[in-house]
């Protein structure tokens, strides 16, 4: 039987985490939450994307994105974290490379803190509660941003 | 205790639970508790300092954080180990970063600590001077309780 033609494979998308050409967009996730990495790790590479790294602060964040540069496309940034915050990790790192593509990870009522993420140079952010949705729309956009 | 302080962490708790859960959560009848109270046995801890100044407990037993934890990651837990505790840990910030937006909207002016984490047997939890309201929020995952002692700075 041929199955192929008789049952088109109209459910077939390509994943949003890879490139047309098959290779994965890569991305680094910086958060000092266990809990949260994993989860954005996991909405990720079920779309395709490459996990390159993690770091647990702003500190790590920035090294780590220093090491991967120019292997890595995206990263996704937590505000409120330990030794260094993300907003002046974002600020250095765009201070390294203008066009580092960074989406910002935020609790609820860090209003002033996006706003000056956003102005800084930041694409994009997400509120937690982070949900599959919203994280894949907020990424995928500001890759093609 | 003024009972503006109070509403806001219902709703917060509420909402985020209902929305990181999936389950039916069922709100039960508040209590006053002025004395010493026991804490049944993994409880998240997050100061409030400012205008009102305590700490707002979330409190619920080692198996219910669990479970809790075991939701919220999609995968089952076998114990209480980092990734349970980071679990719960981001739950209390969610629900006290959605309750503190409202107490700002309201005009109220505070700070908040980190949430730290303690677990363990037989603990209890004594507030000087300010009394305890507690909020028991019921699931199929078992009962938290939201323990929140603030007051107006005098």
Redesign the interface.
């Known amino acids: 039987m041929k199955t192929k033609v008789d049952f088109p494979t109209i459910n077939e998308r390509p994943p949003e985490g890879t490139r047309p050409d098959g290779s994965p967009f890569r991305v680094l996730i910086v958060d000092d939450?266990?809990?949260?990495t994993?989860?954005i790790g996991?909405i990720l590479t079920s779309e395709g994307f490459d996990v390159v790294g993690t770091a647990g602060d702003g500190e790590e964040g920035l090294e780590k994105y220093k090491q991967l540069f120019p292997n890595v496309d995206l990263v996704t940034m937590d505000i409120?974290m330990p030794k260094m915050d993300g907003v002046t990790a974002l600020e250095k790192i765009i201070q390294f490379d203008k066009n580092a593509k960074v989406v910002m990870i935020s609790?609820?009522?860090?209003q002033d803190l996006v706003k000056k993420s956003l102005l800084l140079g930041a694409k994009n952010y997400i509120v937690?509660?982070l949900d599959r949705k919203k994280v894949l729309e907020r990424v995928v956009h500001s890759l093609q941003s | 205790m003024r009972v503006e302080y109070i509403n806001p962490f219902v709703e917060a708790a509420y909402n985020v639970l209902s929305e990181v859960l999936g389950v039916e959560i069922k709100r039960g009848n508040l209590y006053l508790k002025s004395a010493t109270k026991s804490v049944m046995g993994v409880a998240a801890i997050v100061g409030l300092a400012g205008e009102v100044e305590g700490r707002v407990l979330f409190d619920m037993s080692k198996v219910t954080a669990i479970k809790i934890a075991s939701a919220m990651n999609m995968e089952e837990l076998k114990e209480f180990d980092d990734l349970a505790k980071a679990t719960i840990t981001e739950l209390a910030n969610m629900i006290t970063a959605q309750a503190v937006t409202k107490l700002h909207d309201l005009g109220f002016r505070f700070d908040l600590t980190p949430p730290a984490l303690i677990s363990g047997d037989n603990m209890e939890v004594s507030d000087q001077e300010v009394e305890a309201l507690i909020v028991p929020m019921e699931s199929e995952l078992g009962n938290i309780e939201i323990n929140v002692a603030v007051r107006e700075r005098g």
């Open positions: 939450s266990m809990f949260v994993k989860q996991q409120t609790a609820l009522g860090k937690k509660p």
